[in-house]
């Protein structure tokens, strides 16, 4: 069983920054077994990919869109995984998730994810 905890959302203005964190909590197995990911979801939408990283860190998987503003990490001493976000903008609003997978066969789908924790609210003011 892994338990996921996000913290970190809130309120900023176009152009800042903002580090979400995702505390794990696994039973059974390492958390560093496990690859992980972020997604985000507005009212009325799919829940879509933003980021993910493998068990190891050595692969990350970005949606076009965060590339170059967004950066995925983790430690597995902590067993937590980061996102950090710069040069946000109000299209980044959203209540952001994240997702923990032992054998991820599609990053960018949430099928793939077997734990969720319960997101975090991200408000981009223009």
């Known amino acids: 069983q892994v338990q996921l905890v996000e913290s970190g959302g809130g309120l900023v203005q176009a152009g800042g920054s903002l580090r979400l964190s995702c505390a794990c909590a696994?039973?059974?197995?390492?958390?560093?077994?496990?690859?992980m990911g972020w997604f985000r979801q507005v009212p009325g939408k799919e829940r879509g990919f933003v980021a993910a990283?493998?068990?190891?860190?050595?692969?990350?998987y970005y949606t076009d869109s965060v590339k170059g503003r967004f950066t995925i990490s983790r430690d597995n001493a902590k067993t937590t995984v980061y996102l950090q976000m710069n040069s946000l903008k109000p299209e980044d609003t959203a209540v952001y998730y994240c997702?923990?997978?032992?054998?991820?066969?599609?990053?960018?789908?949430?099928?793939?994810?077997?734990?969720w924790g319960q997101g975090t609210q991200v408000t981009v003011s223009s």
């Open positions: 997702a923990a997978g032992r054998f991820i066969s599609n990053w960018r789908a949430a099928y793939a994810y077997n734990y």
């Open positions: 696994a039973s059974g197995r390492s958390f560093s077994s496990y690859g």
């Open positions: 990283m493998n068990w190891s860190g050595g692969s990350t």
